[in-house]
Nanobody, 125 residues
Framework: VQLQASGGGLVQAGGSLRLSCAASGRTLSRLDMAWFRQAPGKEREFVAVTRWSGGRTYYADPVKGRFIISRDNAKNTADLQMNSLKPEDTAVYYC???????????????????WGQGTQVTVSS
């Protein structure tokens, strides 16, 4: 699976951005799709995931209520709508895909086999 992330950019605090992850080489319909982010000098951290089985979604506490993850299996895409952005949301955002991800591991980078190249999101104060 090849993943291509897009939609990053520069936005003022309080603004919105929509990231998109397009997949090729395999259908996403049976893959968990996640977004992670990595700020300078920090480890890559979990943002959100949409599970292929049951469609459940999970979010990191810092983005809960502001970000929405969605998927379109027909288009083979997974999007991240980011609202009420804060300067601390500034990071490179990565989409990831994995199969057979157990629930207790959805927030771990090790659970995902496929990664996109990342897209920069910068939020100015």
């Amino acid at each position: 699976v090849q993943l291509q992330a897009s939609g990053g950019g520069l936005v003022q605090a309080g603004g919105s951005l929509r990231l998109s992850c397009a997949a090729s080489g395999r259908t996403l319909s049976r893959l968990d799709m996640a977004w992670f982010r990595q700020a300078p000098g920090k480890e890559r951290e979990f943002v959100a995931v949409t599970r292929w089985s049951g469609g459940r979604t999970y979010y990191a506490d810092p983005v809960k209520g502001r970000f929405i993850i969605s998927r379109d299996n027909a288009k083979n895409t997974a999007d991240l709508q980011m609202n009420s952005l804060k300067p601390e949301d500034t990071a490179v955002y990565y989409c990831a895909a994995g199969s057979s991800v157990i629930l207790s591991n959805v927030r771990s980078t090790n659970a995902y086999h496929y990664w996109g190249q990342g897209t920069q999101v910068t939020v100015s104060s």
